[in-house]
């Protein structure tokens, strides 16, 4: 038993805690930034080796077809390119619309996102009709409980009566 506790204290006083030069540090720091760029180039280049190799098949397939069928290819890859350009924009106007709405019923503009995921300007401008009225509501609702009160419990609010309070001061110097 006292050879295990000795052997522990030995350990314990040999184990001196490691240090780094800084020379050592920045050349860690040097070797993960190198993997990691090697990595990253290595990733890109395997993309645009697919891109390449998706263009080359797009073009070999291209090659294949009639001038007619290219001409259509070509036309539909266009209008596929238009409509998703037309999407884009009507995304955008149906954004700034929203928000635009939103300002003008006093609401937080940070309701627009998920408003214009559904998509109809008729759809949105019921949401926000229905969002106002809710907050309106729950705003009357809260400034009614607030200003609510107890009536006073020293009975001043009692006058005419029998506990009045001046009829009292009165009373003392009618004697």
Do not use: C, H
């Not at 006083?13 to 990595?39: I, V, W």
């Not at 809710?134 to 506990?163: F, H, R, Y």
């Amino acid at each position: 038993m006292a050879e295990e506790t000795q052997t522990q204290e030995e350990v314990k006083t040999t184990e001196e805690p490691t240090t780094y030069t800084q020379a050592q540090l920045d050349s860690e720091a040097d070797k993960r930034a190198a993997k990691a760029l090697e990595t990253a180039k290595a990733k890109w280049e395997a993309e645009q080796a697919k891109a390449l190799e998706d263009a080359k098949s797009e073009g070999a397939r291209l090659a294949k077809m009639s001038a007619d069928e290219k001409a259509q290819e070509l036309e539909k890859q266009r209008q596929a390119a238009l409509d998703k350009r037309e999407a884009e924009l009507n995304q955008r106007e149906l954004s700034a619309s929203t928000k635009s709405l939103l300002v003008d019923k006093g609401l937080p503009t940070d309701f627009a996102g998920s408003l214009v995921a559904l998509g109809d300007a008729d759809k949105i401008k019921d949401a926000v009709e229905n969002i106002q009225k809710t907050i309106q509501e729950t705003v009357n609702k809260q400034v009614e409980a607030k200003l609510q009160t107890d009536p006073p419990k020293n009975g001043a609010s009692a006058l005419d009566g029998a506990d009045d309070p001046f009829k009292k001061i009165m009373a003392q110097y009618k004697k």
